[in-house]
């Protein structure tokens, strides 16, 4: 019964009343749904009709054709002063990103074109000036697609106009391989569907062409939105994410069911001769009342708050209580998941044991993610204890229960608070100090901040003050060279000077190298402790052997999973199996494919940044800072009124030995193994790992990838060279909340 109303609820969010048996038959529903075809049905007003719907609906936002929404968006006229004015506070704020200059000489393996930043956002600044754009949708685009051709996630630009209407093709897509050797096929996940679950029996036929383009083609092209730099990665996203549904926000069916606009319908073109068109359809997210034309639209949703700088980012700490939801081993299992031995409450981890004799030495630790979440309020500050408790309960449950074997499942994680990446490590490998080696880009509002985080500092010690305590210190830690950063050989910054730098590289100015001092740092950003540093080690020794773990991948892993990952494979040699991917095996897939960076800051960290400085500094300080940087940061407007996301990479990680000290980002390191996935695997995750286990401690074999005990990589010293083929032989870490405690005295520099 259950199985079944899950199967519903599928076919609910897929629009499967579409696609029932779309390989075998026509469409027996109607491209578009009565509502959604009757506002349809004229486009002098577009966005008067989605107001309309939106008006009559009771409530309702959706779904109405794509057609109109984004017919609505693209009546939005220029918003010319307001866009030229944006591009000014991006590249201002760009100062703070690492990499900006990199991207101009990218690594020839690196699955990006390379661009100069600042230079493609002047084109941007001047087309707007010579009229060229016709709409402000194609304003935001052209800059959000800009960003995104870094191949970071930790860079990204979403303006206001990006969260009104929420995209859903007509139709959900999956790649899989029949039997698991052959070369994967894309499949409508309708199909699959009703297959699995036993509620049709037909022959579902692969689709090979979209808008009689070939779909390999195609699908390669529309996840060139998405910002990873690893096309075996974009390509995983654009089907259904088993492991991010597992998380219980809704079933996600992939980049090309939701999220990415790809026309008012689409044709699709079947191997056994069908072809079949479904319209896309959009949810409305916005308050439409009023909006007769793009003119009100741009004046009712898009003109942001103008009239005020920055907002003031508090700086308040939340203690840990006790009162937080249990770790329980009797929750509900996610959909297709087994039942758990242990879960947290928010199913960011869990732990599983394999059945069987072949399996039963093999254990499963599922992290989708390192930023765990509860929806329940009174709970919301308290979730990185319970992902603690989790891991730290279960890894010693499995060893003490004779597990000889672990998969780590990291598919579908992007990253999450830093110090639990770190924290797991110790977990597995007790006995090993984690390396830590990231830098800053040097540049002058970094400088300004740390002179002023400098005195602070030194002043709050000569007053006997505690700057380790957060009611103290919380934003000081970030900009003090003393108690909360250390050298990557784990010593003190002797002075500010050791701490800035600034160095020379790749023909840009960073500051000196160095590691979160996990003892204190831990702590003011999320209320937890690192295993070792101030949190009690599990054991002493490592549970279980480096040869008898293995992390499982499809290409999202990024920034806090890429921190991980970067731990487990250098410093104890742990190999990755992806999964998924493109269906060849002459490109190999990387281990990671998301950033790799170790730390993003949004716009409530630089408010926070400036409007904190200006209201600790005196007026002697706010005087030296007229006509720099930290002024033009403290009076930007525009970027905080229309950005619904704005986010840079803060700092950038160096791998130990690389006296290169090119960032991780640019170092690629293919996966020893890779396998496809078969249609029992997108509808059973234990079909999933123990296909893992198979391949690495059994009779399995790799589909693609150097092999087991073999290393692709390339690290530095040799980044430009193309890597070897070859065949089976939100993030990062919350940004520290502000530059200094607004309660601190009034101090005279």
Not at 283 to 299: C, P, Y
Not at 586 to 614: E, H, R
Request: aromatic letters at 10%; charged letters at 15%.
């Amino acid at each position: 019964m259950l199985r079944h109303a899950f199967v519903a609820n599928v076919l609910v969010a897929l629009g499967t009343a579409q696609s029932t048996l779309v390989s075998s038959v026509k469409s027996v529903v109607p491209e578009s749904t009565p509502a959604a075809s009757a506002i349809g049905a004229s486009a002098s007003e577009p966005c008067a009709l989605a107001a309309q719907y939106q008006a009559g609906s009771k409530g309702l936002n959706g779904p109405i054709t794509a057609a109109v929404a984004h017919g609505c968006l693209m009546s939005v006229p220029v918003d010319e002063e307001n866009d030229l004015q944006l591009i000014d506070d991006l590249k201002l704020l760009l100062q703070w990103n690492t990499d900006t200059q990199r991207f101009k000489d990218l690594p020839k393996w690196y699955d990006n074109e390379p661009f100069d930043l600042y230079a493609e956002l002047d084109a941007i600044k001047h087309a707007i000036e010579n009229g060229t754009y016709e709409s402000e949708n194609d304003v935001q685009s052209s800059i959000s697609t800009l960003l995104s051709q870094t191949g970071d996630g930790h860079i990204a630009w979403a303006a206001d106009i990006s969260s009104v209407f929420a995209w859903q093709s007509g139709l959900s897509l999956v790649s899989v391989s029949s039997n698991g050797q052959d070369e994967p096929e894309i499949y409508s996940y309708g199909d699959l569907s009703l297959l699995y679950y036993g509620i049709y029996n037909f022959t579902a036929s692969p689709i090979i062409k979209i808008d009689g383009e070939d779909i390999q083609s195609y699908l390669k092209r529309l996840g060139r939105q998405l910002a990873y730099h690893d096309a075996h990665a974009r390509y995983n996203q654009m089907f259904p994410q088993q492991a991010q549904t597992s998380l219980g926000k809704g079933e996600f069916l992939g980049n090309y069911a939701n999220g990415v606009y790809h026309g008012p319908n689409n044709t699709y073109t079947f191997k056994n001769g069908t072809v079949t068109t479904f319209s896309n359809i959009a949810i409305i997210g916005g308050n439409l009342t009023g909006v007769d034309s793009g003119k009100a639209f741009l004046n009712k949703l898009l003109s942001g708050n103008m009239t005020q700088s920055a907002p003031t980012k508090s700086s308040n700490t939340t203690q840990m209580t006790s009162a937080i939801p249990s770790p329980t081993a009797t929750p509900t299992s996610a959909p297709g998941y087994p039942r758990p031995e242990i879960l947290h409450p928010g199913n960011a981890i869990g732990g599983y044991y394999l059945n069987g004799s072949e399996y039963g030495d093999v254990a499963v630790l599922s992290i989708p993610t390192f930023g765990p979440e509860y929806s329940d309020p009174e709970f919301r500050n308290q979730p990185s204890f319970d992902f603690q408790t989790v891991a730290r309960q279960f890894i010693k449950q499995a060893a003490d229960d004779g597990k000889k074997k672990m998969v780590i499942d990291l598919r579908a994680n992007g990253g999450g608070t830093t110090f639990l990446g770190f924290d797991l490590f110790k977990l597995f490998f007790p006995e090993t100090e984690p390396y830590q080696a990231n830098r800053r880009h040097a540049h002058q509002a970094y400088k300004q901040l740390l002179d002023l985080a400098t005195f602070l500092g030194d002043t709050f010690i000569a007053q006997g003050k505690d700057i380790t305590d957060p009611a103290v210190g919380a934003g000081l830690s970030e900009f003090y060279y003393r108690y909360f950063s250390v050298t990557p050989n784990d010593t003190d910054f002797a002075s500010p000077a050791a701490f800035y730098g600034p160095h020379v590289s790749a023909n840009d100015n960073f500051t000196s190298l160095r590691g979160w001092n996990l003892s204190t740092t831990a702590g003011l950003s999320s209320n937890s402790s690192v295993a070792g540093y101030g949190g009690p080690l599990a054991a002493t020794t490592s549970p279980f052997n480096a040869s008898n773990i293995v992390l499982l991948q499809d290409g999202a892993c990024a920034s806090t999973c890429a921190i991980f990952s970067e731990l487990m494979r250098t410093m104890k040699g742990v190999e990755t199996l992806a999964i998924g991917g493109l269906p060849n095996d002459d490109i190999p897939m990387q281990k990671v494919g998301g950033t790799k960076g170790w730390l993003t800051w949004d716009l409530d960290d630089f408010s926070g940044f400036s409007s904190n400085a200006y209201a600790s500094a005196n007026e002697t300080t706010i005087e030296s800072w007229e006509g720099t940087e930290l002024e033009a940061m403290n009076k930007t407007k525009v970027i905080y009124g229309r950005g619904a996301n704005f986010q840079v990479n803060a700092a950038d990680g160096i791998r130990r030995g690389d006296t290169s000290e090119t960032p991780l980002q640019f170092v690629y390191e293919a996966a020893e193994c890779r396998i496809w996935y078969t249609p029992q695997m997108i509808f059973n995750v234990t079909q999933v790992w123990e296909a893992a286990a198979r391949t690495k401690w059994g009779n399995g074999k790799c589909n693609a990838g150097p092999g087991w005990g073999k290393s692709d990589s390339l690290n530095g010293n040799a980044n430009n060279s193309n890597p070897g083929t070859g065949a089976a032989g939100r993030a990062g870490m919350p940004a520290i909340a502000l530059i200094f405690s607004v309660a601190a005295i009034i101090l005279v520099l």
